[in-house]
T-cell receptor, first 113, second 114 residues
Framework: DTGVSQNPRHKITKRGQNVTFRCDPI?????LYWYRQTLGQGPEFLTY????????KSRLLSDRFSAERPKGSFSTLEIQRTEQGDSAMYLC???????????FGDGTRLSIL | QKEVEQDPGPLSVPEGAIVSLNCTYS??????FMWYRQYSRKGPELLMY????GNKEDGRFTAQVDKSSKYISLFIRDSQPSDSATYLC??????????????FGKGTLLTVNP
């Protein structure tokens, strides 16, 4: 039973560039979540999918952020025109449709130069 | 006031000590309570998952939930150096039948000294 997989593990980019992260959830987990974690803080909720439907988006998710889960399996999170304040760890989690705890990947650490 | 409050520490204990970690919360709608352990540069790893008030034990770990006081605890017995990590409390509610997003505390940094 493989866990949640995230790629890349670390992304370094210049301010203004676009970046895309990928998350592969635990197989057969219908729910997929994205969180953002900055240094010294707990993760903060960004958005949530049930199968391919994006059901909720946080106010933290500005217009520069977009997330997709086209076939209800893997998901991508894209940040356009990156800013210094986007530097953070981006975490993905998944859980079964019938409920239960969320299991996290090891995240993608984004560094903006 | 944040919905979930957690003392960030740091907390330093000798090996073998009993560790007590705590969180308080303000949203009475929270029904599900979790503790995660997070090592440096890694994702949160689920330790305990509870639904109701009371105690739940798993090996050296015991989780306590007191909904009347809006207070949850994690106890670690016989602490080991490998327990050194950040411990995050998290909680969620089932409002509307589909909202399971987690609200986290800041995390407590624990160091267990050999």
């Amino acid at each position: 039973d493989t866990g949640v997989s995230q790629n890349p593990r670390h992304k370094i980019t210049k301010r203004g560039q676009n970046v895309t992260f990928r998350c592969d959830p635990i197989s057969e987990h219908n729910r997929l979540y994205w969180y953002r974690q900055t240094l010294g803080q707990g993760p903060e909720f960004l958005t949530y999918f049930q199968n391919e439907a994006q059901l909720e988006k946080s106010r933290l998710l500005s217009d520069r952020f977009s997330a997709e889960r086209p076939k209800g399996s893997f998901s991508t999170l894209e940040i356009q025109r990156t800013e210094q304040g986007d530097s953070a760890m981006y975490l993905c989690a998944s859980s079964p449709l019938q409920g239960g705890p969320q299991h996290f990947g090891d995240g993608t650490r984004l560094s903006i130069l | 006031q944040k919905e979930v409050e957690q003392d960030p520490g740091p907390l330093s204990v000798p090996e073998g000590a009993i560790v007590s970690l705590n969180c308080t919360y303000s949203n009475s709608a929270f029904q599900y309570f979790m503790w995660y352990r997070q090592y440096s540069r890694k994702g949160p790893e689920l330790l305990m998952y509870t639904y109701s008030s009371g105690n739940k034990e798993d090996g050296r770990f015991t989780a306590q939930v007191d909904k009347s006081s809006k207070y949850i605890s994690l106890f670690i017995r016989d602490s080991q150096p490998s327990d050194s990590a950040t411990y995050l409390c998290a909680m969620s509610h089932n409002s509307g039948g589909s909202n399971y997003k987690l609200t986290f505390g800041k995390g407590t940094l624990l160091t267990v000294n050999p």
